[in-house]
């Protein structure tokens, strides 16, 4: 297990990223940092199956879902089933989980205290896979 902390979750996050091979399934309450979209973007472009759930309350995720499609990245609006979809969690590869208080903007990345953990457990990935697989197919496509 790693910890990750912010000021600076950046410099761990978007390397992560930059390193799947496979899959990044992501569900998120606010993602709008740029350097994390195009890491995402990249992603894509590189064959990886991307998927994001982000939650369609916030603004900001209406600019982010827009320019992740154009881009190739599956992304769906969270159910409204949950009053808030307030998850800040990703798959990478189906084995690394990434898990915790910060949200995918600039003031959680650069400003604000946050903390996560990247663990490495193909159990516990198949865990939060799961729940994100049914999250998936009660999500919304953006339009």
């Known amino acids: 297990v790693q910890s990750v902390f912010s000021p600076g979750a950046d410099a761990v996050l978007v390397p992560l990223m930059a390193s799947a091979q496979k899959s990044i399934h992501a ?17 894509s472009k590189r064959g990886v199956d991307v998927r994001l759930i982000l939650d369609p309350t916030v603004n900001s995720n209406l600019d982010t879902a827009a320019f992740l499609k154009s881009r ?3 992304v769906r609006w969270s159910s409204q089933d949950y009053k808030y979809t307030h998850a800040k969690s990703a798959v990478i590869d189906g084995m690394k989980v990434i898990v915790g208080s910060i949200n995918w903007s600039r003031n959680a990345m650069r400003n604000n205290r946050e903390a996560a953990v990247v663990g490495d457990s193909e159990r516990t990935a198949a865990e939060f896979e799961g729940v994100f697989a ?8 953006v339009k």
């Open 27 to 43: 569900e998120l309450y606010q993602f709008s940092f740029p350097e994390l979209r195009e890491a995402l973007a990249d992603a």
């Open 72 to 74: 190739g990245v599956q």
């Open 134 to 141: 049914e999250d998936w197919a009660k999500a919304s496509e």
